[in-house]
């Protein structure tokens, strides 16, 4: 198959030939050297609409270029819209914003998906905001002055959840590799291309930021092309998809689901979190709602035993659903060895139950097994490992599996420690994780950038990437220490200023415990501790600890 579009020059440091598999075909890119020549006094001498339009008629793979409202700020962009046919059975739709010439500051944003993605995230209505915004606040607003590209990643997803469908993966070995690694590489380079016709110069810089998916995206781009972008804002990165399945099903998972007496329902949940909260809130100098020493709380929750381990009241909990909270927690290790030597799963952290546990790992009621984990594991088991629509997460064994995990993992995990040529190229990484993420473990993130830190060196590592943890803070976003953060102006700063994040300031929101606090934003594994003295509501007043 053709992708048939215009590619010009990248410019700098990126000139250089990208080979992109399709199926059993290579096709050469080749990125070099031009002259833009009366091409420029042509664009020129054209407004900003006209230039927009013609987009249309000079490229085959753009369906429309429309002048609309941005997605931020108050300008009009054009907007892009496309397909690439990168096989019969794997098509890329995307889309790339591009902001009038005077909000324009030189810069490409590429936004990173949820799920396994299946939708163009900047198109979608419930993505229009970017829920990860949520963590970038005001921040955000910078994002109005990129260009913004976004894709499917290469398959279109089915049903009334559709980032989590997995179905399309089945005997579709280029659908994969474009949602693995390759189609946001491929979309950065068309937006480049757009940048070129429209403003007659490539972007100065390049980033990606995105949240879980979104931040494996970030991730597994640096790992397969270091040269692509020159900052990453990876938040809770879903690195170990395939580990997660594996691991989750079987030690976890097929417990929760065994019995009514094991599943947590809303008011239980809230019963536990509540007595852990009194239990270890504690621990960080302050009582003010927020579990931040998550790694100094044992709570375990067996004072909440109920009188023979059965219910008898909606006080209590019984033995099979403390032991399910026990896993919740636990490291899981099932013997399947995935991309890079990685062999199980990190456990979940403590402190916002009430934000993630119902809908990542009990979901609506125990008959309907809507748990989000539940889903995402049971969807991989069906069509990324046995093929077989009839299997599910409660039957399978990861062992019998283990060459299907394997070549899985191989394409999508973003495992690989050797970030040197990313460090090379001068790139800077910030990772962000809240502590009581249920969907995806920070403790399996932090496992990986350990592992950073053993192929790089410490001095390299810190040169290169910043890892920060929020206490009491879940995968969406929400939660008792829910914040906002500036972390594309840190990163910014970083890149174009080298000026390394010295110390970064959260501002608890108004879903938080304590709305319009601040605290410091601590790199893992340190925690915000009160000094004991001072304003309770302020960031001085509290010290990174251990």
């Known amino acids: 198959m053709n992708i048939n579009f215009r590619m010009r020059s990248l410019l700098g440091a990126w000139t250089r030939f990208v080979s992109v598999f399709i199926g059993s075909m290579s096709i050469l890119t080749s990125f070099v050297s031009f002259e833009l020549a009366g091409a420029a006094e042509a664009l020129d001498s054209r407004s900003f609409s006209e230039r927009c339009a013609a987009l249309v008629n000079n490229n085959t793979i753009v369906a429309s270029a429309t002048i609309e409202a941005a997605l931020f700020g108050s300008h009009n962009s054009c907007v892009v819209r496309g397909k690439i046919i990168s096989s019969p059975a794997s098509t890329i739709n995307f889309r790339v914003d591009l902001p009038e010439p005077n909000s324009w500051n030189g810069k490409l944003l590429m936004i990173g998906g949820a799920g396994f993605d299946g939708i163009v995230p900047t198109d979608a209505p419930n993505h229009r905001g970017f829920w990860f915004t949520k963590v970038l606040g005001s921040d955000a607003e910078r994002m109005a002055h990129y260009i913004i590209g976004s894709s499917d990643s290469g398959h279109q997803g089915r049903g009334q959840n559709p980032i989590e469908d997995f179905s399309w993966v089945s005997q579709n070995p280029t659908a994969l590799a474009n949602h693995g690694y390759q189609a946001n590489h491929i979309v950065l380079g068309v937006a480049i291309d757009l940048s070129v016709q ?34 990453v804002i990876a938040l809770e990165p879903a690195i170990s998809q395939e580990g997660f399945a594996a691991n989750l099903g079987t030690q976890m998972l097929q417990h929760i689901f065994a019995s009514p007496e094991n599943w947590l329902d809303r008011k239980h949940i809230e019963l536990y979190e509540k007595h852990e909260l009194n239990a270890c809130d504690g621990l960080d100098g302050l009582k003010d709602g927020i579990l931040a020493n998550v790694r100094g709380c044992d709570y375990d929750g067996t004072d909440l035993l109920c009188k023979n381990g059965v219910r008898d009241s909606d006080d209590c909990l019984t033995s099979g659903q403390l032991e399910s909270i026990k896993r919740i927690h636990a490291d899981k290790n099932v013997n399947v060895t995935l991309a890079d030597g990685w062999v199980g799963y990190a456990g979940f952290g403590r402190g916002g139950e009430s934000s993630d546990w119902a809908t990542y790992l ?10 989000s984990d539940y889903a995402l594991a049971d969807n991989i088991v069906k069509w990324g490992i046995t093929n077989d629509p009839n299997a599910n997460v409660m039957t399978h064994d990861p062992t019998q599996w283990a060459k299907q995990y394997r070549a899985l993992s191989d394409q999508i995990d973003a495992t690989d420690p050797n970030l040197l040529p990313f460090y090379q190229h001068g790139g800077k990484l910030i990772v962000w994780y809240g502590t009581s993420d249920a969907c995806v473990s920070y403790m399996q993130t932090a496992r990986y950038i350990e592992s950073v830190t053993g192929k790089l060196g410490d001095e390299r590592t810190k040169a290169l990437l910043r890892f920060y943890i929020s206490p009491a803070t879940g995968h969406a976003m929400a939660g008792a220490g829910a914040s906002t953060i500036p972390l594309l102006s840190a990163l910014e700063n970083w890149v174009e200023k080298d000026q390394a994040p010295a110390s970064l300031t959260a501002t608890l929101t108004k879903e938080s415990a304590n709305s319009g606090s601040t605290r410091p934003l601590c790199e893992y594994p340190l ?20």
Request: proline fraction near 8%; glycine fraction near 14%.
């Open 362 to 371: 009990f979901g609506r009621s125990f008959a309907a097994r809507a748990a």
């Open 527 to 546: 925690f915000p501790r009160y000094k004991g003295n001072g304003d309770p509501h302020s960031a001085s007043s509290f010290d990174c600890s251990r």
């Open 198 to 231: 429209l403003y007659s110069k490539p972007p100065e810089r390049r980033y990606i930021v995105g949240g879980s998916n979104g931040g494996r995206a970030g991730l597994v781009a640096i790992q397969h092309y270091p040269q692509d972008y020159n900052g």
